[in-house]
């Protein structure tokens, strides 16, 4: 494992390249542009407020199964059990771009913790900068960075100049957390 600052960390081959096509196959069938942009696309997202949230992540697919080995990452890193409260599969088509900002810094009194699991490499441009420390990283299929969300880590993705760059963006946090907010 790659650590920028021993807060930013990087795990290259997390999934193969193979999976990482597979995955990006699945997507594309339902792969819609979100509201508000010429530029930005999804295939799959998965939130725990969805019904069927249990279902998806807990199935006999390559998503639940990159999902599971997310969090099971997430967890041996930061040594508590984490789940995905979120994930979504990005795709920035040439102009796409995500301007300065911060990952859900304190929210509810806690931070997440951001994911990237990036699918592909055919494409140009869309680095992931981290502005004040000067990390820039350059994706790569199967490479999978995760962060807290601190308002230090403000970050951004440089303009895609060329093809599509597609990622898997998630959002966890400690399942105790969880488990107390439904007490």
């Known amino acids: 494992m790659e650590s920028y600052l021993d807060k930013i960390f990087v795990l290259k081959n997390f999934i193969s390249k193979e999976d990482c096509q597979r995955l990006i196959d699945k997507f594309a069938i339902n792969a819609t542009y979100i509201p508000e942009s010429e530029v930005i696309r999804s295939g799959f997202s998965v939130t725990i407020e969805r019904e069927d949230y249990e279902s998806i992540i807990s199935s006999d697919t390559l ?7 997310m969090s099971d990452a997430l967890s041996d890193h930061y ?3 984490m789940e995905i409260k979120s994930i979504f599969h990005s795709i920035m088509d040439v102009g796409g771009t995500n301007s300065p900002h911060w990952d859900n810094y304190v929210e509810n009194g806690e931070e997440d913790v951001s994911s990237l699991l990036y699918l592909n490499e055919d494409f140009d441009g869309g680095v992931l900068s981290f502005i004040n420390q000067k990390i820039y990283l350059k994706p790569e299929p199967g490479m999978f960075v995760f962060f807290r969300g601190e308002r230090d880590l403000l970050h951004e993705v ?11 963006v998630g959002f966890s946090w400690p399942t105790s957390k969880r488990l107390s907010l439904n007490t």
Do not use: D, F, H, P
Request: proline share 0%; glycine share 10%; hydrophobic share 35%.
């Open 158 to 168: 440089e303009m895609v100049t060329r093809g599509s760059r597609e990622a898997l």
């Open 63 to 69: 998503e639940a199964e990159v999902l599971k080995k």
């Open 79 to 81: 040594g508590t059990k």
